[in-house]
């Protein structure tokens, strides 16, 4: 751990943090509800993990916009995804620091958004990373999806965590 807020330094090496800044300084600009998801933010929460990329929770309506303003990042189109649950989604994917980010785009709230819906409820917990402010699941509402995702292994870790 480090000064940073709890930030897992350990797990996130340099080109992690400066893909972080770029993705939440971008989002802001240009005013898009977004929220770091998967083992990035658990790891900016302190947990110990190694993300190996950057997964971003986003609605569906702003993948394009997405893909625009990070066209210098060789951003691909949107296109449609197989996920874990089953449910809709579609994803841009773009190389920010040679970090693989995944701009993941659920239908807006309702039954079909595990991720979207706790993003969009304010869910979240910002983690200030080198003077940027920087949007993530919160680890309750990570706990939850995961359990709704059927993943016992993430719902452990965050657990036990929680219970420290």
């Not at 930030?7 to 080109?15: L, Q, R, T, Y």
Request: proline share 2%; charged share 25%; hydrophobic share 45%.
């Amino acid at each position: 751990m480090s000064g940073r807020r709890g930030i897992n330094d350990h797990a996130m090496n340099n080109h992690f943090i400066k893909a972080l800044k770029i993705v939440a300084e971008r989002m802001e600009d240009n005013g898009i509800a977004w929220a770091v998801i998967g083992s990035g933010a658990l790891a900016l929460q302190g947990m110990d993990v190694a993300p190996n990329d950057l997964d971003i929770s986003v609605s569906v309506r702003d993948l394009e916009k997405i893909r625009e303003i990070f066209s210098d990042y060789s951003s691909t189109e949107v296109k449609e995804i197989k996920t874990l649950s089953g449910k809709p989604a579609w994803d841009v994917l773009a190389a920010i620091e040679g970090i693989e980010t995944q701009f993941c785009g659920e239908t807006d709230i309702g039954a079909e958004a595990i991720w979207f819906n706790r993003v969009a409820m304010d869910l979240t917990n910002d983690v200030e990373v080198d003077g940027v402010r920087v949007s993530c699941i919160s680890l309750p509402a990570a706990l939850e999806a995961y359990k709704e995702l059927h993943r016992p292994q993430k719902v452990e870790l965050i657990q036990a965590f929680l219970n420290k």
